[in-house]
C-alpha cells in the first residue's frame, strides 16, 4: 500500500522559514516525479514545486521562486520542501504527490496525494 505523509507544517511569523518533508512507503521515489501542491480555503489546489529523481531537475511556481527549494534524500526515501520569506499568501495545506510521468505533469497527472500539512503565517 502506497503512503505520502507530510510532515513540518506549522505556524511561522510573516519573513519566517518553515521545512516541509514528505516520507513515502510502497514506493521509490526515484522510480516518480515527485510535487508539492498548496490548496488555501475556497482556492483550488496550486502547483508549487516538483522534482524529477532522474537527473534532479526541479520546476517552481513563478510565486515561489528564489524563496522555495525542493529537494530530496534518496536513503531516506523522503522529499523536502524549504521555504523561506514566507508571507501571509502561502499559508495553506500543503501536499506532496507522487506521478509516474517522466515530463513535470499538471495536478491530473499524479498518481498518489498524501493528507497534507497545514502552513499558517501570521503578518
Known amino acids: 500500500q502506497v503512503q505520502l505523509v507530510e510532515s513540518g507544517g506549522g505556524l511561522v511569523q510573516a519573513g519566517g522559514s518553515l521545512r516541509l518533508s514528505c516520507a513515502a512507503s510502497?514506493?521509490?521515489?526515484?522510480?516518480?516525479?515527485v510535487g508539492w501542491f498548496r490548496q488555501a480555503p475556497g482556492k483550488e489546489r496550486e502547483f508549487v514545486a516538483a522534482i524529477r529523481w532522474s537527473g534532479r531537475m526541479t520546476n517552481y511556481a513563478d510565486s515561489v521562486k528564489g524563496r522555495f527549494a525542493i529537494s530530496r534524500d534518496s536513503a531516506k526515501n523522503t522529499v523536502y520542501l524549504q521555504m523561506n520569506s514566507l508571507n501571509p499568501e502561502d499559508a495553506a495545506v500543503y501536499y506532496c504527490?507522487?506521478?509516474?510521468?517522466?515530463?513535470?505533469?499538471?495536478?491530473?497527472?499524479?498518481?498518489?496525494w498524501g493528507q497534507g500539512t497545514q502552513v499558517t503565517v501570521s503578518s
Open positions: 510502497g514506493l521509490i521515489f526515484s522510480d516518480y516525479t
Open positions: 504527490a507522487a506521478s509516474r510521468l517522466r515530463d513535470f505533469p499538471a495536478r491530473g497527472g499524479y498518481d498518489y
